[in-house]
């Protein structure tokens, strides 16, 4: 089974306005972490926001929030208010501990996110 | 220096060259992973170094050889190439708590072309 499921490959949002990419996930940690990336053109990935798995409440970074649900397994990324700059490809991710002592990272096949002006 | 930076940023390289990707890491992390990201696919993880250790070998070529001499510089060596191989590589580092600080931070990536 596929650890990280993303099942927008596009979308389109009209600048100024929200936007949704879903992300589930599967995994039997109970201690995992999940994590949004952005990745410009230039291919840098950069971090976005974090989620533990016992997080109570849901993650906000300024204009970005993720919408845990934890009992449907689902970790959607919500950009309010979109920018062009905006435009790139978003990328779910899930930390999970392996026996080693060391953090593995799972990535899901990504939504490239188009913004219009 | 903060954060992870990767040499060169570009690499072209025809199919009997030897070649090698570099990455450091100024953020004391003692985890170093290589990510492959071919067009349309989502990232392949290659290799995991914990504490200079190997610790993970994603059933990758042995025309990829990764090298971890210390806890800040994971190298990947590169030789007899395919033209398959084109993609961008990443090179991630990690600390091993499970707190927010346990995110993995990635460098700008290699973009190898194989000619």
Redesign the interface.
């Known amino acids: 089974a596929q650890k990280i499921t993303q099942t927008q490959p596009g979308m389109f949002v009209q600048e100024k306005e929200a936007v949704t990419l879903d992300c589930t996930y599967d995994t039997s940690d109970p ?1 995992y ?1 999940l ?1 949004w ?1 952005k990745q410009p053109s ?6 976005l926001i ?1 989620q ?1 798995s016992y997080d109570q409440q849901n993650a906000t970074e300024g204009r970005y929030s993720l919408n845990f649900q934890k009992a449907r397994k689902s970790a959607n990324l919500v950009i309010s208010a979109s920018q062009l700059g905006d435009s790139a490809m978003y ?1 779910c ?1 899930m ?1 999970e ?2 026996s ?11 939504t490239k996110l188009n913004v219009k002006p | 220096e903060t954060g992870v930076t990767q040499t060169p940023r570009h690499l072209v390289m025809g199919m009997t060259n030897k070649k090698s990707l570099k990455c450091e890491q100024h953020l004391g992390h003692n ?1 170093m ?1 290589w ?1 492959k990201q071919s067009a349309k ?3 392949e ?1 290659m290799f ?1 170094y ?1 504490l200079e250790e190997r ?2 070998n994603n059933s990758v070529p042995s025309r990829f050889s990764p090298e971890c001499p210390n806890s800040s510089h994971l190298f990947l060596h590169l030789h007899t190439l395919q033209p398959e191989d084109s993609a ?1 590589y ?1 090179c ?1 580092s ?3 708590g ?3 600080s ?8 290699t ?1 190898l072309t194989v000619v």
């Open positions: 201690s972490g994590f990336y230039s291919g840098e990935m950069i971090f974090y533990g990328f991710a930390r501990r392996t080693y002592n060391f953090n593995k990272f799972y990535f899901g096949s990504g | 985890a992973y990510y696919k989502p990232l993880l995991v914990s610790v993970e961008l990443l991630a990690s600390g091993t499970q707190g927010s346990a995110e993995a931070f990635f460098g700008q990536g973009r």
